[in-house]
């Protein structure tokens, strides 16, 4: 691998009798965000937990930002950041002391790990806060912190476990705006989620894996196209040519158009060439459109028809 | 983004000790905030050495004063472990199963180190505690035959002592699921460990069975060599046990809390 990204071939890792993550590849390149998409219990922290060298894989190949993972986890850890689930900032000691803390962790000297903090705290808007005991933060304030703790370092890739979890739509914005700017420093970053919305915001590609597996992977607008479900929406200019444009999407994809009052018409069609067949026919016969779409589906119904019925409920908790 | 430097893997025994005195700084940090397991090192032994003071001291050794030169080496070893036994698992333990140990698994430091801070920072609360409670003790009418030396000699010895005891307890605490399952073995510990031992009376003055845990006691050779050393007459023996048995403790209580800590689950 030429850059400072990650890649995964492979991995297997077992915990006692259930296979927890059974030969997933992935990988990014440098300043790229990717997207691990997975209903809960899919295996989403298994595989980022063994990119930050926390977990040893029972099978697979592992390098980050370069380095091999399992021949030389030091190397990793010092390119990497790791967030958690559960926030891994000190709740005892104040914002600036834990930002301090990981920078003498980190061979900072004093000063140096002082001015740091002093850095980061301004950067995620903790500077009234930054004297304060953690315990006394928010759930938003404490996401800010556990992020900028892990850029004290200054890493090359960073990786965030459910970044989002438990943090209300606004401070969800406010965090995938940093996650953002990280990438466009040249950060690479692999959070996971189980919220579409967050991977088709935040990621430039995604991987969606469930049981262990990967079920699909691409930009979010192949994965749609992957699972299919194509609509064409058909409005003529003259509500007249309505009937003769009906029967067109019916010659053409062999079934009859459902008529929405928005939209004019509305037809699954298999694919592109679908499409441009009714182009050319509404052209031979003159009929003007006002509105002519080739509709990929939302995120959404991709992700159902790709996880099938288990993610049903998180997806109308999220839509909700 | 360039990297700054890049190390050897391997461990760095320095870098280890300046990030374990990091880490132990954290460790103390939270004791100012929450002094309660110094004041528990503290008060506990002070409450034993009052209460055994005047139930036996009479009875055992025919005047208060008499028994307090033999009860107090006792509460000093008492004291040197209490402070950190059952804190440092505790902490350990809430520090597994929130996310900071997570944290410092992805940094580049030996994992030793978080371990190991937490027990320097325990040295410096037995130490606290030592000074503490020779003041209690004096005022209870102790004092040490052998002088300053002896005084500093046992008060060592005590602190070695806790030190490798404290590494059954993070061992205890990397083990355990919960905090307060930690709390819980750790006051089982201390009972028979502490209590069933020299520390009221010699082990021959008591019955068979007791007597034979008593002998192999590892705290009963840390008071016998405490209270000869304050008595001023000190026996190589018991010195020579106590050392002993340190080493023992450390030897395998920190290899293994190191491996079940570093152990990438």
Same mark, same amino acid.
């Given at each position: ?8 071939? *492979? ?43 926390? $977990? ?62 002093? #850095? ?7 500077? #009234? ?56 420093? *040249? ?10 919305? #967050? ?42 040519? $309505? ?74 908790? #999220?839509?909700? | ?265």
């Amino acid at each position: 691998m030429a850059d400072k990204g990650f890649e995964i071939e *492979g991995l297997v890792r077992k915990f006692g009798r259930t296979t927890a993550v059974d030969g997933v590849s992935l990988a990014a390149h440098r300043g790229q965000v990717l997207g691990l998409l997975g209903p809960n219990g899919a295996g989403k922290t298994t595989v980022i937990r063994v990119l930050a060298t926390l $977990l040893r894989p029972d099978a697979g190949r592992v390098r980050v930002a370069g380095i091999d993972a399992l021949r030389d986890p030091a190397g990793v850890r010092r390119r990497i950041a790791f967030s958690g689930q559960h926030t891994s900032v000190d709740e005892e000691l104040t914002g600036r002391s834990n930002l301090v803390m990981i920078g003498r962790l980190l061979d900072r000297g004093r000063q140096d790990a002082r001015r740091r903090a002093g #850095e980061l705290l301004s950067r995620f808007g903790l500077d #009234e806060a930054a004297d304060r005991p953690v315990s006394t933060y928010s759930g938003g304030m404490r996401r800010r912190l556990d992020l900028a703790v892990g850029l004290v370092g200054r890493p090359e890739v960073v990786f965030l476990d459910e970044p989002s979890a438990g943090l209300d739509p606004g401070k969800r914005d406010e965090l995938w705006r940093m996650v953002r700017e990280l990438a466009q420093d *040249g950060v690479t970053v692999l959070l996971t989620t189980q919220y579409l919305k #967050e991977a088709d915001a935040l990621a430039d590609e995604i991987t969606v894996i469930d049981h262990g597996r990967l079920i699909a992977s691409g930009v979010p607008a192949d994965l749609k196209r992957q699972a299919g479900g194509h609509t064409v929406v058909l409005r003529p200019a003259d509500a007249g040519d $309505l009937d003769a444009a009906a029967a067109v999407v019916a010659r053409v994809t062999g079934r009859e158009p459902s008529r929405s009052h928005r939209h004019g018409l509305v037809a699954p069609v298999a694919g592109e060439a679908e499409f441009f067949h009714i182009a050319a026919r509404l052209r031979e016969l003159g009929i003007d459109v006002g509105e002519f779409a080739f509709r990929l589906p939302s995120l959404d119904e991709v992700f159902l028809r790709l996880t099938g019925a288990t993610a049903t409920g998180h997806v109308a908790e #999220e839509a909700a | 983004m360039t990297t700054p430097r890049t190390r050897t893997a391997g461990p760095r025994p320095l870098a280890t000790l300046r990030h374990s005195l990091v880490l132990a700084r954290r460790s103390l940090g939270k004791t100012t905030r929450n002094p309660g397991p110094v004041v528990n090192g503290v008060v506990t032994p002070a409450l034993f050495m009052i209460l055994f003071l005047y139930l036996f001291g009479r009875p055992v050794a025919g005047s208060t004063a008499q028994y307090a030169q033999y009860l107090f080496p006792g509460i000093l070893v008492m004291g040197a472990g209490l402070a950190g036994m059952v804190s440092t698992g505790t902490a350990i333990n809430l520090d597994l199963r929130n996310g900071v140990t997570d944290r410092f698994r992805s940094l580049p430091i030996s994992r030793t180190a978080p371990l190991l801070g937490s027990v320097l920072a325990d040295v410096l609360r037995y130490l606290i505690a030592v000074v503490i409670l020779f003041a209690i003790g004096t005022l209870l009418g102790f004092h040490a035959e052998g002088g300053a030396p002896a005084a500093l000699g046992a008060a060592g010895l005590a602190i070695l002592f806790g030190f490798c005891l404290s590494w059954l307890t993070v061992l205890i605490g990397v083990l355990v699921r919960s905090a307060e399952a930690v709390t819980a073995f750790s006051f089982i510990a201390f009972l028979p460990l502490q209590l069933g031992s020299s520390l009221t009376g010699p082990t021959d003055t008591l019955p068979g069975w007791l007597r034979a845990w008593a002998d192999i006691n590892p705290v009963t050779h840390a008071m016998d060599a405490c209270r000869a050393l304050l008595n001023g007459t000190p026996e190589a023996g018991s010195v020579g046990r106590t050392l002993l048995w340190s080493a023992v403790l450390f030897a395998t209580c920190c290899p293994l809390a190191v491996r079940a800590y570093g152990r990438q689950e």
